[in-house]
């Protein structure tokens, strides 16, 4: 009898386990898959997707001091590596051409590079390109530039933004400057009058697609010293103006303009202003540092170290998502959003997952060689999306285990 109660208290006791266990999928409102690239211990730092292709998405990873750059078409159910001539600190896509895409890095050789046909062949610029136009008097040969924010006009192809990252504490090292070309990266000129030149990282820049003489520049302290908040310019990158010191984070690691208004991911929360005029405000204050944003159709989603958040243009109302990943020891670093819909998030543990869930297939492609990369071979790896039994699925079987 002892024995019959003692075996009801144990499967009473693994029931509520298994139901606390089971809170998180059974009232998810985003169901993600996991996303296998065939490589153990990732960190992902830069996601990104294609915004004239629906279900491209590229990611660049890192694995056991390997860096590698992979890419998928079908909304993550099937992945292939490109080979980019450096490991990407950026990558953009134009506009209103899905063949064009630009990345930048810290190679010297590369600094920016191009490609037309999307990632098969590249046009890399060196490092000299844009340390010839600032005229400097005094150099540290063995300085190097490192490029981080790039942009391609949305209206036009041939005018690319660049911005550069002071990472040494040397004096007569390069500091961070903003880039402009007018011949799709042939050539490229200093344009930042109003810039301050300081200790900070030009992050990430947004041209608006209705006017593109309005332009803004994030800046941060990752890979350099400080955040300088952001930059703003009304005639195409000729002068700046330092906007937010006060009234933002000085990390700011993201931007997206919706509509009349911007919204600024910080160290600290997301605030949003209108366009004309000064006044910043916070959003939402559970929302604390937000590292990523981004907009499709009427929804802007938010990745922060509280989890994922989305909110309507009217930026109203703002809904944390319940995903069905345990991120009681996560964060989000970056969300995705294609045109159909596809959602892709990074965790900064657990990698890569996609919100669309399709049967899981093989990579056997890998996209044409730039030069050779001195990296171990992945090309024969499995790079599936993983389709596992949801918790429900599980408590199912479990009970169906204990009539057998």
Same mark, same amino acid.
């Given at each position: 009898?002892?024995?019959?109660?003692?075996?009801?208290?144990?499967?009473?006791?693994?029931?509520?386990?298994?139901?606390?266990?089971?809170?998180?999928?059974?009232?998810?409102?985003?169901?993600?898959?996991?996303?296998?690239?065939?490589?153990?211990?990732?960190?992902?730092?830069?996601?990104?997707?294609?915004?004239?292709?629906?279900?491209?998405?590229?990611?660049?990873?890192?694995?056991?001091?390997?860096?590698?750059?992979?890419?998928?078409?079908?909304?993550?159910?099937?992945?292939?590596?490109?080979?980019?001539?450096?490991?990407?600190?950026?990558?953009?896509?134009?506009?209103?051409?899905?063949?064009?895409?630009?990345?930048?890095?810290?190679?010297?050789?590369?600094?920016?590079?191009?490609?037309?046909?999307?990632?098969?062949?590249?046009?890399?610029?060196?490092?000299?390109?844009?340390?010839?136009?600032?005229?400097?008097?005094?150099?540290?040969?063995?300085?190097?530039?490192?490029?981080?924010?790039?942009?391609?006009?949305?209206?036009?192809?041939?005018?690319?933004?660049?911005?550069? %990252?002071?990472?040494? !504490?040397?004096?007569?090292?390069?500091?961070?400057?903003?880039?402009? &070309?007018? +011949?799709? $990266? /042939? =050539? @490229?000129?200093?344009?930042?009058?109003?810039?301050?030149?300081?200790?900070?990282?030009?992050?990430?820049?947004?041209?608006?697609?209705?006017?593109?003489?309005?332009?803004? %520049?994030?800046?941060? !302290?990752?890979?350099?010293?400080?955040?300088?908040?952001?930059?703003? &310019?009304? +005639?195409? $990158? /000729? =002068? @700046?103006?330092?906007?937010?010191?006060?009234?933002?984070?000085?990390?700011?690691?993201?931007?997206?303009?919706?509509?009349?208004?911007?919204?600024?991911?910080?160290?600290?929360?997301?605030?949003?202003?209108?366009?004309?005029?000064?006044?910043?405000?916070?959003?939402?204050?559970?929302?604390?540092? /937000?590292?990523?944003?981004?907009?499709?159709?009427?929804?802007?989603?938010?990745?922060?170290?509280?989890?994922?958040?989305?909110?309507?243009?009217?930026?109203?109302?703002?809904?944390?998502?319940?995903?069905?990943?345990?991120?009681?020891?996560?964060?989000?670093?970056?969300?995705?959003?294609?045109?159909?819909?596809?959602?892709?998030?990074?965790?900064?543990?657990?990698?890569?997952?996609?919100?669309?869930?399709?049967?899981?297939?093989?990579?056997?492609?890998?996209?044409?060689?730039?030069?050779?990369?001195?990296?171990?071979?992945?090309?024969?790896?499995?790079?599936?999306?993983?389709?596992?039994?949801?918790?429900?699925?599980?408590?199912?079987?479990?009970?169906?285990?204990?009539?057998?």
């Amino acid at each position: 009898m002892k024995k019959i109660q003692i075996k009801t208290i144990y499967l009473l006791l693994t029931l509520f386990a298994l139901f606390l266990l089971s809170l998180t999928s059974i009232f998810a409102n985003l169901e993600l898959q996991k996303v296998d690239l065939g490589l153990k211990n990732i960190t992902i730092s830069e996601l990104v997707s294609n915004p004239n292709n629906q279900g491209e998405f590229w990611v660049v990873v890192k694995s056991n001091s390997t860096e590698y750059t992979f890419k998928t078409v079908d909304s993550g159910n099937t992945w292939s590596k490109v080979n980019t001539p450096a490991t990407p600190n950026r990558i953009v896509f134009q506009n209103k051409d899905k063949n064009i895409v630009a990345i930048t890095t810290n190679d010297p050789k590369s600094s920016f590079a191009i490609s037309k046909d999307n990632g098969k062949t590249w046009k890399s610029t060196s490092q000299e390109a844009f340390i010839s136009p600032l005229n400097l008097v005094v150099r540290d040969q063995n300085e190097t530039l490192r490029l981080k924010g790039v942009a391609i006009d949305p209206n036009d192809a041939n005018i690319i933004y660049a911005g550069s %990252v002071h990472h040494s !504490s040397n004096v007569y090292a390069i500091r961070s400057h903003i880039f402009k &070309s007018v +011949d799709g $990266g /042939a =050539t @490229w000129k200093e344009s930042d009058s109003g810039i301050l030149h300081g200790l900070t990282t030009m992050n990430s820049i947004v041209i608006d697609s209705s006017n593109s003489n309005n332009i803004y %520049v994030t800046t941060n !302290s990752i890979g350099s010293f400080q955040g300088e908040a952001l930059y703003s &310019s009304s +005639d195409a $990158g /000729a =002068t @700046w103006t330092r906007v937010g010191k006060k009234s933002i984070d000085r990390d700011v690691y993201d931007l997206v303009l919706v509509e009349d208004k911007i919204l600024a991911a910080t160290r600290g929360w997301v605030f949003k202003r209108k366009v004309s005029e000064t006044l910043w405000q916070n959003v939402n204050f559970n929302i604390v540092n /937000a590292f990523d944003l981004t907009k499709n159709n009427n929804t802007l989603y938010v990745a922060s170290r509280e989890g994922l958040y989305k909110t309507n243009f009217n930026l109203d109302v703002w809904e944390k998502q319940n995903i069905s990943v345990n991120l009681s020891n996560d964060i989000v670093t970056n969300v995705e959003v294609d045109s159909g819909g596809t959602i892709m998030i990074a965790l900064e543990k657990q990698g890569l997952y996609v919100s669309s869930a399709k049967e899981t297939k093989t990579i056997v492609k890998e996209e044409q060689k730039v030069e050779e990369p001195k990296v171990e071979k992945v090309e024969e790896k499995k790079v599936t999306k993983k389709k596992e039994k949801s918790i429900l699925q599980k408590i199912g079987d479990f009970f169906r285990s204990l009539f057998k």
